[in-house]
């Protein structure tokens, strides 16, 4: 007697909606990976325009944001595409009836160290931009003060003490035969009325030979002259140099760019002084 001819039966719909809703979590799991890699890439430049709004200037390009954010978003494509291919071969296995095999979750392992190490990568990375931009702030610390273009002042850090600043940049004008037509001393006529200030000085002073062309060509730019320097020590301690950049006087009173040297001469007497 023979036995009845089996039937091949297909899976279970629940099966098959299984399979699905694991395919649809490896979907979301690639296009996070891409949006997060567009995120990370996007951090260098991020990072740029924050050392610009802090004054900070950018001494060195950071390409490493740029590469772990490639990475992730091919990580989110590679994802994508495996778990298609998987997903196609599971329900083809399911609608033939095929027994069901164990396989480790490879793809899951491989996405979970890869993410363990971009982690590790982005760690060490923040690490390293933080200390770097210490370093810079520390060293650069001049680049907050200095050059301001919508102000026009540009300040120097001096290695001298105010007063020893003021005598040394004196002693320029003397031996250049500059005029100094006053020395302000800010902060020591806030003591006489019992205000305290850090030490303060502005010098005043000029050639008419080279002002009174500047005058002739710009009746405006008197307001400017003679040239000033200010010295000055800020809250913690710093002394700087501080004065109006040509660029922003020239600019100011539409002068001809012929006489530009005899306002220019403000920033070497000043880099001098501040040596």
Request: no cysteine; net charge positive.
């Amino acid at each position: 007697m023979e036995d009845p001819p089996t039937t091949k039966q297909g899976a279970d719909v629940r099966d098959h909606l299984a399979a699905e809703r694991t395919f649809l979590a490896w979907i979301r799991t690639g296009i996070a990976l891409m949006g997060f890699g567009f995120v990370v890439a996007r951090f260098g430049l991020f990072l740029e325009q924050l050392r610009v709004i802090q004054g900070v200037p950018a001494a060195q390009s950071r390409p490493l944001s740029l590469w772990l954010g490639t990475a992730l978003i091919t990580a989110g494509i590679v994802t994508n595409v495996l778990s298609a291919r998987n997903h196609a071969r599971l329900v083809r296995e399911l609608n033939q009836a095929a027994p069901a095999r164990s396989r480790p979750a490879t793809q899951a392992i491989v996405v979970a160290v890869f993410l363990a190490l971009i982690g590790l990568a982005m760690a060490i990375y923040l690490v390293a931009v933080q200390r770097s931009a210490s370093s810079d702030f520390g060293t650069n610390k001049e680049a907050v003060m200095a050059s301001a273009p919508d102000r026009g002042i540009v300040s120097r850090p001096s290695n001298h003490s105010v007063d020893q600043t003021v005598e040394k940049l004196k002693n320029i004008l003397q031996s250049r035969e500059v005029t100094l037509f006053a020395l302000v001393d800010h902060g020591g006529e806030a003591e006489k009325v019992g205000m305290k200030m850090p030490p303060t000085k502005l010098l005043i002073f000029g050639n008419p030979k080279a002002g009174t062309p500047l005058m002739l060509a710009a009746p405006s730019s008197a307001i400017d002259l003679p040239l000033k320097i200010l010295v000055a020590e800020d809250a913690q301690g710093k002394v700087w140099v501080s004065y109006n950049s040509p660029a922003y006087l020239q600019e100011r009173h539409s002068l001809p760019p012929e006489l530009l040297p005899n306002i220019a001469v403000v920033e070497t007497l000043a880099s001098k002084a501040a040596e």
